[in-house]
């Protein structure tokens, strides 16, 4: 999906960890909530959200939010 979502209009970028006893995150990165809307609504994405629901995940969130400021050294 992370080769997927790079080809899509106003993809940022990616960020993605899993620890010893399975569980991860993953943070994608869009530029207006008009991408990320356009990348929900992808039949190839919302298949693999499918799967994920019925046979990869127990549990899962999405959470969308805005970043304004992001620094690290």
């Not at 790079?6 to 943070?27: C, K, N, S, W």
């Amino acid at each position: 999906m992370i080769e997927l979502a790079a080809e899509q209009p106003g993809f940022l970028g990616i960020e993605t960890v899993r620890g010893e006893d399975g569980f991860g995150i993953t943070v994608s990165y869009w530029t207006s909530e008009d991408a990320i809307a356009a990348w929900k609504a992808d039949a190839e994405h919302q298949a693999a959200q499918d799967a994920g629901k019925s046979t990869w995940y127990e549990h899962f969130e999405l959470r969308v939010a805005r970043v304004e400021r992001a620094y690290g050294k």
